[in-house]
Each structure stands twice: as C-alpha cells, then as structure tokens.
C-alpha cells in the first residue's frame, strides 16, 4: 500500500464559483430547511419524528431515575407510525437518530468554511437534547430507550443502534475537530467504551447489519487515539460472514443459507466476498470500513477485497452517473452489467457511500481511478439528489423517467418524476449536507513528500509543503494554474481525468504514475495543466443490454440528459444524427437528430423504413434536471 491523508477540509478554502454556490446553498438554506423538517414543521412533509424521539427519551430516562416505571412498548418493527404504534412510544424508522447526526456534520463543516455564531449556537442546543437522552451506562438509541431498554443489543440484524452510533461518532469527530467542543465527543466515546465491552474480544460476536460503525470507530481512533476503538472495528470487520452465522444466533437459528445474508453482505467472511452485492448503501460503507483497517493495520489480504470489490463496483456495477444499486428490491446490487435506466434506484446516499469508499482507497494506493469516480460522483448522481434551491430531494436518481409509468407501473413506485420536500426515511437529504460542506476535504492528499491533487477547482491550500492558490476554468476550457508558494522542496501529483484523451503541463516530461503526473517543486512557481472537456458519445458495455444502439452524452466530468421540456414528450422516438454536430448554448449541448414519426393507429404492422424528422436536440447537465417541473427524462439515446 501507498498511504496518504486527506488535507483537513479547515485547511482547504473553496473559491471556484461551481462549488462555492453549492457550499453556500447548503449553509443558507439546506441546513436551516433541514432543520425544519427534522423538528417536523415543513408543511405537507413527510414527518421525520427524529427529535421527537430524543425528547422522550430524555423524559423517559429522567422519570426511571426518579424511581417512576416507564411503560414498554413492542421492539418487532423496522417502522412505526401513529397508525401502528401508541402514542407515547417511539415513531419512525428504528434508525431515525441517525438524521440529526448527520445533520450535526452537516454543520461541523460548514462552519469550518463559513463561522457562524447562531448555527453553532443552533447545533450545541441539539448536542445538548442527544446528551440528555444518554443512559447512565453510556447507551444512546431513544428506539430502545423508549420502548424497552432491556431488548438493547438484541436484534443487531435489524435495529441499527450501530448505524446511528456510527453517525453519531462521525458528527461528534467533527463538531470537536472544528470547534473544540467535545461535549458530544465525550458522550460517544461513553456509548463507544459500552460497545467495545459487549463486542470485544471476549464479549458477543456480533456485528452490525447496517454497516458504518466499522469506519466511525476508525474515526474515533483516529481523533482520540484510543486502539480500542480501532480493535473493535477490526473485529466487526473480521467477524462478519464467518460461521455460525451471528444473525442466526440472536434469533436462535441453526443451518441458515447464506443467500439470507446477501442483503447484509454478511453471507461470506470478508475476504472471500469478490462481488459486491446486497444493499447498496451497506455494502460501500462496510468496505469504506474495510478499506480504513486496511490501511491502519497495514492488512495487504484486506486491501486486496477492497480493490477487487471497487473494480466489480466501477467496472460492472455502476451507472455512468456514478449511481449504484439497481432494484428497489432491497435497494441493492444485482449482477453484472444489470443496469437499467427506468428501473435504477441509485439511492443519492450509495453515490455518497461510493465516494466515501473511493477516497479511503485512494488513501491506501495512490490510483487515479478512485479520484475518478469520486469526480464521477459529485458532478452527477450525487448533485442531483438536491434541488436547486436547497428545498426538496432525490432519494432515487433513475437515468430515464417517463412520469405516466411511474403513476401507474408498480415496478416504477420508487421513481419520482421530481424532489420531494421530506422523505419519512430521510438519510439521503442530510447525508448529501455533510458532504457538499466537507467538500475541500475530497480535493487533496498528501503523504511525506507529495501532495496530491485529486480535484479541480479554484481554491487556496495550505499545508507544511507549500501554500497553493488554484485558478480552474476545469469546467469550461479544462485549464487549471496553480501558483506555488514551495516551504520546502515537495512533489506534486496531478491527476489526469479519465475523460482528457489530450493533455499537456506548462512543466514538461513530468513522471506518470497510475493517473497522476508527477513534478519536482523546488521553490515558487506557477505550473498549469490543460485538459480537453470535448463533448463524447460514451457507449456502455455491450453486456448492458437496455443500452444496445444507444449512446449517453457527456463533456468533462459533466453527463448530460434529455428533458421533455427542451424536446418535446416521447423521448424514446428521438435519435442523434451520424454526423449530430454538437455544440455548446450556455449550460446546454446542442445536437441534430431526428425524431421518429408516431404511428397512432397501430399496434402492429409490417416493417418499413421509419419516417423521421430533423430536429435540433438539447442536452442538460444531469444533475440540473428536474427543476422546472414534471417531464421526460432520459440519459441515453439511439444512435
């Protein structure tokens, strides 16, 4: 393994225009309108019940300490609701702390580009309703709080404590790295130490069933310095798929297949898993996990399952957009090359998960394929779970839709034509927050002589090998300068994107390693790379059958889609022209094309040579869709 580190998002100053509007929508209106919604005052919304949850286990907790019995209520659902639960018990997913977790990031990092007294002041008082819903022995989970704390650590398979542990431990490291407040912190590390006593070593063998506490543990240790906390993970880790099947033990079980455990990724011990599959979401946070011990522990078996299941993600599992997960069915993997449009699920928190695994693999070996599908992400699947104005949500991301089919089509149910203000299960909305305000974080790495570049944007750094100030039209004309301002004499790795067949540097005959150009910087200098956004036909795999004679358009890093609104409804009738000469209108691509002539009289009828019609095409940045209203929307066309 090559290691590196990420350089602190505190250290990295965002200035380019593109992703500076995006950081100061989430600050300005996603977090305050988040907020809203998690205290269950957006009108006509979906109820999030999340901080509901937390006062009543405060209360609750407050009355058994006084000596008052609290009434149980029944613990064998993943969901309640007023219809199927009483009222004075929790409502909501199992998993509903994890929201104002995230929520919590969310406002970590963005003070860290922007302070700001009220939303910390805002951010301290939710700190202070999660602390006042701690048990005394460190337990923190209101489900089991309120409904019956003697069922805690029972049903790991499905309740999630360790899910919601693990966003609290991830928002806890970051609200401490940024303002020195570790009251949350404290309280974590609290729930963390009951953790390791009832799974370390000698206590139960079990792991979680929806992953992430393997890489908030990770977090932990790496904030704290506490190795039991990275032990801990390391067990989890090694435990999971290992027989007798630990989900099979806590339901009393014997004999149980494996298939059973696929949706959990808990059907093979880990290093015998060499295709990803089950849930999505679970499956990138279990190897992010993976990846995160790997490189700690210096485990090269470990590291080799993550490569071969990053490859089996990027090279037969994803969608061009930088989706993952292709059936609602679970919200999973499938198969190989299974990767239709109008059916995709795309959950935006699996794009989010992919980038997360990405940077962790590119903190293990210094590869350009990583930084590319984190690029691949965040300018498509993962910009288009939010709406322009920071006030409604993807939680799915297809690559076609046709509004009608998902009225009446049940198999499309979990299509939605546009962004919902709430969603009941809202883990993609604060997800895509945390991520947008950390966004700095994902630009650098460095190790003791090299800083890497993983993405272009205008920004300023600064770190003990150099301060450097980025000047990128990357999006526009591909060209990036970088002013250097060398402390000591370092390297600087440049990655070349993926989409750039033609490149050159102000610096010449720089050293090229797996995607990254290399150059010795030996004081102050200004280097600049050029990059060539061309606009391309990207043709899929002929193994993803929904895309024979079809193309998708893309330039740069950027995939572009057709809408009903700029083409008029029926999509599927259009094509591109041989010879479509495609050109730039402002954020818009421009092509020729035809459209099929419709035959409405007709089911059948013998073969002729279709009629068609020249017409002008326009393409729309795919994460700009659906926001001027219900339409068409496709990805790919016929070509």
Same mark, same amino acid.
């Given at each position: ?19 500076? %509007? ?16 998690? &205290? ?12 509901? #949850? ?25 969901? !309640? ?66 409904? %019956? ?32 407040? *570790? ?45 039991? !906390?990275? &032990? ?24 149980? %297949? ?138 799915? %991301? ?48 460095? *190790? ?44 600087? /790795? ?13 610096? +010449? ?7 990254? /150009? ?15 956004? +061309? ?34 409804? #029926? ?22 094309? =035809? ?10 009828? +013998? ?14 940045? =795919? ?17």
């Amino acid at each position: 393994m090559e290691k590196s580190i990420p350089v602190s998002n505190k250290n990295v100053e965002i200035t380019d225009s593109f992703w500076i %509007n995006k950081i100061e929508l989430v600050r300005k209106e996603v977090i305050p309108y988040q907020w809203q919604a998690l &205290n269950d005052k957006i009108e006509n919304a979906e109820s999030s019940y999340s901080l509901k #949850n937390l006062r009543l286990a405060a209360e609750v907790l407050s009355k058994r300490k006084r000596g008052e019995k609290t009434p149980v209520f029944p613990t064998d659902k993943w969901h !309640y609701t007023p219809e199927n639960a009483d009222k004075n018990s929790f409502l909501g997913w199992v998993f509903q702390d994890s929201d104002p977790a995230k929520w919590i990031e969310a406002v970590a990092y963005s003070l860290q580009n922007t302070p700001d007294t009220e939303l910390e002041s805002l951010a301290d008082s939710a700190i202070d309703l999660i602390c006042s819903a701690q048990a005394e022995n460190g337990y923190l989970d209101s489900f089991y709080t309120i409904n %019956n704390p003697d069922k805690a650590f029972t049903n790991l398979r499905d309740h999630h404590e360790l899910y919601c542990f693990g966003h609290l431990a991830e928002a806890a490291t970051a609200y401490c790295n940024t303002t020195g407040k *570790n009251k949350l912190l404290n309280a974590v590390c609290r729930f963390a130490d009951l953790i390791c006593d009832v799974f370390g070593e000698n206590g139960k063998k079990g792991y979680g069933g929806h992953e992430i506490a393997e890489m908030a543990l990770v977090k932990l240790y790496e904030t704290t310095g506490n190795e039991r !906390y990275l &032990n801990t993970a390391k067990l989890f880790i090694e435990r999971r798929g290992t027989r007798p099947y630990y989900f099979d033990i806590e339901r009393g079980i014997k004999n149980s %297949n494996k298939i059973d455990y696929i949706y959990n990724q808990a059907h093979l011990p880990v290093r015998e898993q060499n295709q990803a599959v089950g849930h999505a979401v679970r499956g990138v946070y279990l190897y992010s996990g993976m990846a995160d011990v790997a490189r700690l522990t210096d485990n090269e078996s470990l590291f080799k399952a993550c490569e071969t299941l990053f490859d089996d993600i990027a090279n037969k599992k994803m969608y061009i957009t930088g989706g993952i997960g292709s059936t609602k069915d679970g919200e999973a993997f499938t198969f190989a090359y299974d990767l239709p449009n109008d059916l995709a699920y795309a959950e935006t928190c699996a794009s989010i998960g992919l980038v997360f695994f990405a940077r962790r693999m590119l903190q293990a070996d210094f590869n350009s394929k990583y930084a590319d599908i984190m690029e691949r992400c965040l300018y498509n699947g993962i910009l288009s779970g939010m709406a322009e104005d920071g006030k409604s949500f993807f939680y799915v %991301n297809p690559l076609e839709v046709h509004p009608t089919a998902c009225k009446y089509d049940s198999r499309k149910s979990h299509i939605k034509p546009v962004r919902q203000k709430w969603f009941d299960c809202a883990c993609c909305p604060p997800n895509l927050a945390r991520l947008i305000s950390d966004y700095g974080e994902y630009c650098f790495t460095e *190790n003791e002589s090299t800083l890497f570049v993983n993405l272009y944007q205008s920004a300023r750094t600064s770190t003990d090998k150099a301060e450097i100030e980025i000047h990128s039209d990357y999006l526009n004309s591909g060209r990036v300068e970088f002013k250097i301002k060398a402390k000591t004499p370092f390297t600087l /790795a440049l990655r070349i994107p993926f989409w750039s067949n033609h490149f050159k540097f102000s610096k +010449e005959n720089p050293y090229i390693r797996k995607g990254y /150009a290399y150059f010795d910087i030996n004081g102050d200098e200004t280097l600049t790379a050029e990059f060539n956004p +061309e606009i391309k036909m990207i043709k899929c795999n002929s193994n993803v059958r929904e895309n024979i004679g079809k193309v998708a358009v893309m330039r740069g890093p950027i995939v572009y889609c057709l809408e009903e609104k700029d083409n008029e409804s #029926n999509l599927h009738l259009l094509r591109l022209a041989h010879n479509p000469k495609f050109s730039l209108d402002g954020e818009f691509i421009t092509a020729n094309g =035809y459209r099929e002539r419709e035959d409405s009289n007709r089911l059948y009828y +013998e073969y002729s040579e279709a009629e068609e019609t020249l017409v002008k095409l326009k393409f729309l940045p =795919y994460y700009r869709w659906a926001n001027r209203g219900e339409n068409e929307m496709s990805v790919y066309i016929r070509y």
